[in-house]
Every structure is written in C-alpha cells, then in structure tokens.
C-alpha cells in the first residue's frame, strides 16, 4: 500500500516563497501520475498541479508561472515550488497519486481522495 507523507508547509508573507515535498512509501511510484491538491478553508478540495511519469505537468490556471511540480524518481518524491505567494494561496497542501490517469484527468479528479493514494496534507499560511 502506498503511503504520502508532505512536508514543508508554513507560514509565509505574500510575495514570498515555499516548497513542499511529498515522500511515498510502499510503493515505486515511477509509472504513477502524481498531483498536488489544495483546501482553503470553508472551501472545496481544488487541483493545483499533476506531472506524468514522464515529466509532462499540468497546471490549474489560478498557479501558472508562480508554481512549479517536479518529481524525483530516484527518491519517490514529488515537490511544489511556490513563488510569488499571495493569501489567496493559503490552504492545506494534500499530495496524491494515480496508476491510472494521466496529469490532467488527475489535475481535475472530482474525488481526490479516492485516487490510488493521499496523503494527510502540509498547512500553507500566507499572510498580506
């Protein structure tokens, strides 16, 4: 069984900077499609970026050009970069995995949390 661990969640001003990592366990997650999740309070689950065993990333258009996903194989880690953050962006970061779907059928998954593997999540907190 696949196990997600995210780390390097905090809290940050607006305009600065974060990177949070996600650790699998279990499992080689080199054939998998892996994605970041994001909830802001009172607010629903949203996608924020998917990359494909091959590299191929998808973004959701509120990230583009300030957030970049990239994975290590060779560790079985997935990362976000953060930059240019505003309050907007303050939510809990839930890293996720699929054997089956490609980035952007991942990227727009209705029910993340049923995806092949979850993880418990990382508080981001950006304050103006």
């Known amino acids: 069984q696949v196990q997600l661990v995210e780390s390097g969640g905090g809290s940050v001003q607006a305009g600065g900077s974060l990177r949070v990592t996600c650790a699998a366990s279990g499992h080689t997650l080199t054939a998998f499609s892996m994605g970041w999740f994001r909830q802001a309070p009172g607010k629903e689950l949203e996608g924020v970026a998917a990359i494909g065993p091959d590299g191929s990333a998808k973004y959701a258009d509120f990230v583009k050009g300030r957030f970049t996903i990239s994975r290590d194989n060779t560790k079985n880690t997935l990362s976000l970069q953060m930059d240019s953050l505003t309050p907007e962006d303050t939510a809990t970061y839930y890293c996720?995995?699929?054997?089956?779907?490609?980035?952007?059928?991942?990227?727009?998954?209705?029910?993340?949390?049923?995806?092949?593997?979850w993880g418990q999540g990382t508080l981001v907190t950006v304050s103006s």
């Open positions: 996720a995995a699929d054997y089956s779907l490609l980035p952007s059928a991942l990227l727009g998954y209705p029910h993340p949390t049923s995806l092949d593997a």
